[in-house]
C-alpha cells in the first residue's frame, strides 16, 4: 500500500457531500489521522487530537507555561521595533517626527550631510534638542579657550580668584581619551589645573573619560587651595591628600538631588576631616541645548567643621536650591589655623591614628 492515500468520505444523507482528505502514513501506529476540509473550511482537529488537547489544558502547569511562552514570544516580536538606535518618535521645532518609520537626512535637523542623521551622535543629539543650533558643531578645545580666556580677563580686572568649570579636556601627555578638567585663574594672571581623579559610571561607560593628572595644591594670595571635582568629593583618601589645603573647591553638576545630596555630604566631610573650608558651587536649571548637562539640581554651599570658630551645624552660607546666583561668605583662614591647632577635637592631627586599625574586619557571628 502507498505510504499516503486520498479517499473521498460521503455526507450526510440527502446533502452535499463535501470533499474531505484523508492524509497519514497508513503504516504508522492507528489515530494520528487528520480530518481537514479542502474547500475553504474550517480546520479541525480529530477526535483523538481533541482529546489530546483537553488532556493537556488539564495540566495547569503545562498550559500556563504554553501561555507565558506565547506571551514572552509575541513581546520578542516587538524586539527589533523598540532595541534599534533611531528614536521612534522625537520632537525638532514644534513638529513630531518618526525617524522608526521614515528616512531624515542630517540636514533635516539643521546639519551639514544628506546622509541619515545618526540619532546617536552628540552633535546630532545637540541639534534635536537645540533647534539647529549652529554652535553645535564648534570644536570643543576652541570652545574651552574662549572661556579661559574670559575667566582671566574677569579674574584680572576684578581681582578675583575663579575656578572655570570643568571640561573634557584632550591632553597628549594623559593619553588618546579626555579628561575632566577644571582651570583655576588668579588677579595676576596664573593659572592651574585639577583633573578629576575618579569618574562615575556616566563617565565610564557613555563618556570613556580617563582619570587624568595627579591631585594639586596651589599657594595663592588667599590661601592654599586644593580641588576635588564633583565626584571625587566623596572620597576620603582624595581628601586627605589635599589636607594642606585651608581652602577645598568642590565644583559639581549633578542631575538628581541625590546626587547633589552626596557630594554636599562629601563636602561637609571633607571640611571635618580636614578641619578646613569646602566651597560647593553646583550648576543648576535646564540646559536642553546639552546631552550633557541637560537637567541640574544643586546650589552653593560653604561648609567647615562643627567646632571652634564655626557654625554648630558646619554650614557657613548656602543658596536657595536650582536657583541661580551667588552664594556668599566671609571666611578668615586664621580660624582654620586655630581650629587645626586647638579644637575641641583634632581629625586632621588624629588621621594617622587609624594606622593598623583599618584593617578588614571578619564579621562575628551574634546570632
Given amino acids: 500500500m502507498p505510504d499516503r492515500e486520498r479517499m473521498a468520505v460521503p455526507g450526510k ?27 475553504g473550511g474550517v480546520l479541525s482537529l480529530s477526535p483523538l487530537n481533541q482529546r489530546r488537547w483537553r488532556n493537556f489544558k488539564r495540566n495547569r502547569r503545562a498550559f500556563w507555561s504554553l501561555l507565558i511562552f506565547a506571551v514572552i514570544f509575541t513581546i520578542t516580536l516587538l524586539a527589533e521595533f523598540v532595541a534599534n538606535d533611531k528614536p521612534i518618535v522625537l520632537k525638532y521645532r514644534g513638529e513630531l517626527y518618526m525617524p522608526i518609520f521614515t528616512f531624515y537626512p542630517e ?14 551622535d552628540p552633535e546630532v543629539r545637540c541639534l534635536i534638542a537645540s533647534g539647529g543650533l549652529q554652535s553645535c558643531f564648534d ?7 574662549d572661556a579661559a580666556d574670559l575667566h582671566a580677563d574677569l579674574a584680572a580686572r576684578h581681582g578675583l580668584h575663579i575656578l572655570g568649570a570643568s571640561a573634557p579636556v584632550f591632553d597628549p601627555a594623559l593619553g588618546r581619551r579626555p579628561v575632566n578638567r577644571a582651570t583655576l585663574y588668579t588677579p595676576t594672571g596664573a593659572r592651574g589645573h585639577q583633573d578629576k ?6 563617565e565610564r561607560e557613555e563618556w570613556g573619560i580617563a582619570p587624568g593628572g595627579p591631585l594639586r595644591v596651589f599657594d595663592t594670595a588667599l590661601g592654599r587651595i586644593g580641588i576635588l571635582i564633583c565626584y571625587d568629593g566623596e572620597f576620603p583618601l582624595l581628601g586627605r591628600a589635599v589636607a594642606e589645603a585651608e581652602l577645598v573647591l568642590v565644583p559639581s553638576a549633578t542631575e538628581a538631588r541625590a546626587g547633589y545630596s552626596r557630594v554636599r555630604i562629601g563636602a561637609m566631610a571633607r571640611a571635618l576631616e580636614a578641619q578646613c573650608v569646602t566651597v560647593m558651587a553646583s550648576t543648576v536649571g535646564a540646559a536642553p541645548w546639552s546631552p550633557a548637562v541637560d537637567a541640574n539640581t544643586g546650589t552653593g554651599g560653604v561648609f567647615g567643621p562643627p567646632d571652634t570658630g564655626f557654625p554648630p551645624t558646619g554650614v557657613i552660607a548656602e543658596g536657595m536650591l ?35 586599625r583599618d584593617a578588614a574586619v571578619t564579621p562575628e557571628r551574634l546570632r
Avoid: K
Avoid at 444523507?13 to 474547500?39: L, M, T
Avoid at 540636514?107 to 546617536?120: K, P, S, V
Avoid at 581623579?197 to 556616566?202: L, S
Fill in 13 to 39: 444523507e440527502g446533502g452535499a457531500a463535501p470533499d474531505v482528505e484523508i492524509q497519514g502514513d497508513f503504516n504508522a501506529s492507528p489515530g494520528i489521522f487528520e480530518a481537514r476540509r479542502s474547500r
Fill in 107 to 120: 540636514t533635516a535637523f539643521g546639519g551639514d550631510f544628506e546622509t541619515e542623521a545618526i540619532y546617536r
Fill in 197 to 202: 581623579q575618579i569618574m562615575t559610571r556616566f
Fill in 139 to 145: 570644536r570643543p578645545d576652541a570652545v574651552m579657550a
Fill in 322 to 356: 536650582d536657583a541661580p546666583g551667588w552664594t556668599l561668605a566671609e571666611v578668615d583662614l586664621g580660624t582654620v589655623a586655630h581650629v587645626r591647632a586647638d579644637g575641641v577635637v583634632l581629625n586632621r592631627r588624629h588621621w594617622d591614628d587609624q594606622a593598623g
